[in-house]
């Protein structure tokens, strides 16, 4: 018999399901089938965040530390594309150089 792990979700990964639950443009159940992520999962890391947010009004080291998080994360996102762009690149040429 098999032991069922629970599967882990980054912090990023929660944060962005919660905004998009925040912003009420797809309902839960969108979401639980877009993200793979139960119910009761979305609603707990929802109740996670709205109890988290007197703090991080209240602390501007916590506020520094997310907008470092946030700008750290759009840089690798960007980095990746790239990476993308330049793995892709050299096969696609290869490709065409090399003809029918």
Same mark, same amino acid.
């Given at each position: 018999?098999?032991?069922?792990? =629970? ?6 990964? %929660? ?10 443009? %797809? *309902?839960?159940?969108?979401?639980? !089938?877009?993200?793979?992520?139960? %119910? ?14 007197? *703090?991080? #009004?209240?602390?501007?080291? &916590?506020?520094?530390?997310?907008? =470092? ?6 840089? =690798?996102?960007?980095? #990746? &594309? ?8 050299? *096969?696609?040429? %290869?490709?065409?150089? !090399?003809?029918?």
């Amino acid at each position: 018999m098999g032991t069922t792990r =629970r599967k882990q979700y980054t912090a990023e990964f %929660k944060a962005q399901v919660v905004q998009e639950m925040l912003r009420e443009t %797809k *309902t839960v159940g969108q979401l639980v !089938s877009e993200y793979g992520v139960p %119910k009761t999962v979305l609603y707990h890391w929802r109740e996670l965040a709205l109890a988290g947010l007197p *703090t991080l #009004f209240g602390d501007q080291h &916590a506020q520094e530390q997310v907008v =470092r998080e946030r700008a750290w994360q759009q840089e =690798r996102e960007t980095l #990746f &594309a790239e990476i993308g762009r330049l793995t892709t690149q050299p *096969t696609w040429l %290869k490709k065409i150089l !090399s003809g029918p």
